[in-house]
């Protein structure tokens, strides 16, 4: 069996990471972790299960178990298992950013080494993922192999449900980490108050293609999340639209907001499935990779 074929999730448990990863970012635009359980099965398999979110401290650029979690949670399933060969994974979400492996993910999955091999999962709200084999001995060699490979979905159709009791269950476990110095490229400024400000950017005098895009996503998100909760109208949302692509012109940025010619309804349906990213159209895909792959890793998601 190839190692892209050992590894499966249920497509109950699959939804229920995703829950947790949309309540997260509704709640607070945060990142979100837990652990699941890995069985070996009797076809040769291994069940990945058991999804939990434990006691945390989270950021929208972190998340941090409370370690006494960690251990009463590894003793639950660990006697309810008995399988010396079962594994525990570690997982978390990146919302509405990209699936990779930052340097804090890095370290975390080292924080896992062991005598055999570990798992570790990043998911974002895209049904995006990576999942990751850590091999720490190989055959008792003293030789670190890490692979990213294939966790199979066992689903039909997707149906992603956030219940009454994972809304408790988050409010009781989930706290805000205290965020210092970081540089939001002026996203702090603006509240659902004000998203209707035409000074949309900060008007440097040579804006950068990659700098442009960080704040006209940035805007574009708090426009979405305020139409979507009734506190902007249709006109309003035009207007912003229609500003927003006008600074894109004036400064000959690659990128636009899309102009979406639809009725109020159609369109609420149209932003609440959609990630802010996909809100604009490009005049091709390498200024758009540049520009996103910036946006995460200098425009205001600086990893700590």
Known sequence: ??????????????YKLQAWATLAYDKDK?????????????DGRIKVGDVEILKQENSGTNT???????SAYMMKYGMKYN??????????????MGAFWSGTDENEIEAWKNESY??????????EYLFRVSF??????????????????E???????????????YKELCSERSVVNHNYSGYMNYTNRNVRQTNIWHREQSLSMEA?????????????????????????????????????EENKFPFKMIEHKCSKHELVNKLMTSMPSDLFEWDDNVSKERAETYHWNEGGWQWQ
Request: aromatic letters at 8%; hydrophobic letters at 40%.
């Open 83 to 96: 399988n010396p060969d079962m594994k525990f994974v570690w997982w978390h979400s990146h919302h509405t």
């Open 64 to 70: 941090e178990l409370d370690g006494d979690a960690v």
């Open 1 to 14: 069996m190839e190692l892209k074929e050992c590894f499966y999730i249920s497509e109950k448990d699959w």
């Open 155 to 169: 689903r039909k159709q997707p149906k992603i449900k956030v219940t009454d009791g994972m809304k408790v269950a």
């Open 136 to 153: 720490w001995k190989m055959n008792g060699l003293p030789v670190e192999y890490h692979e990213d490979t294939t966790l199979t979905i």
């Open 118 to 127: 570990s798992l570790a999962l990043v998911i974002n709200l895209r049904e």
């Open 212 to 248: 442009g895009y960080v704040q006209a996503s940035e805007k574009a998100e708090l426009l979405q999340d305020a139409f979507v909760d009734g506190s902007l109208s249709h006109k309003e949302w035009k207007e912003q639209v229609k500003e927003i692509n006008k600074v894109c």
């Open 30 to 42: 945060n990142e979100i972790s837990g652990l699941m359980t890995a069985v070996p099965q009797e």
